[in-house]
């Protein structure tokens, strides 16, 4: 029998240094942009000195999903050094430019 391998989670969360660093993967739906919110909320409230949210490793967004990024950006806004996107070419860049057009 071959082994399945492990869904990853839609969001991981770490820390680097004085940040907390929210990795995206696969797709940005309603319900990541949910969960997101939801990880932003909890991160803030340990009262880093940032958020960055890495979009590199996405694959996919919906317009719901993409609208979870502004609300992100809303809840980091009294960090000292705010909220911050990791993006390259794809649909992580994408999702970011169509959440702010």
């Known amino acids: 029998m071959t082994p399945v391998a492990a869904r ?3 969001v991981t ?3 680097e240094g004085a940040a907390v660093v929210l990795e995206l993967s696969d797709a940005l739906d309603p319900m990541v942009g949910r969960v997101l919110i939801d990880a932003v ?3 803030v409230a340990t ?3 940032r958020v960055d949210i890495d979009l590199r490793s996405l694959m ?9 990024l ?3 950006r809303e809840l980091c806004r009294d960090l000292p050094d705010g909220l911050h996107y ?4 794809g649909a992580g860049r994408e999702a970011l430019l169509a959440a702010y057009a």
């Open 8 to 10: 990853r989670a839609p």
């Open 13 to 15: 969360v770490r820390t």
């Open 41 to 43: 909320a909890s991160a």
């Open 47 to 49: 009262a880093p000195e």
């Open 60 to 68: 996919s967004w919906t317009d719901e999903g993409a609208r979870a």
């Open 70 to 72: 502004v609300r992100c």
């Open 86 to 89: 990791r993006t390259g070419r």
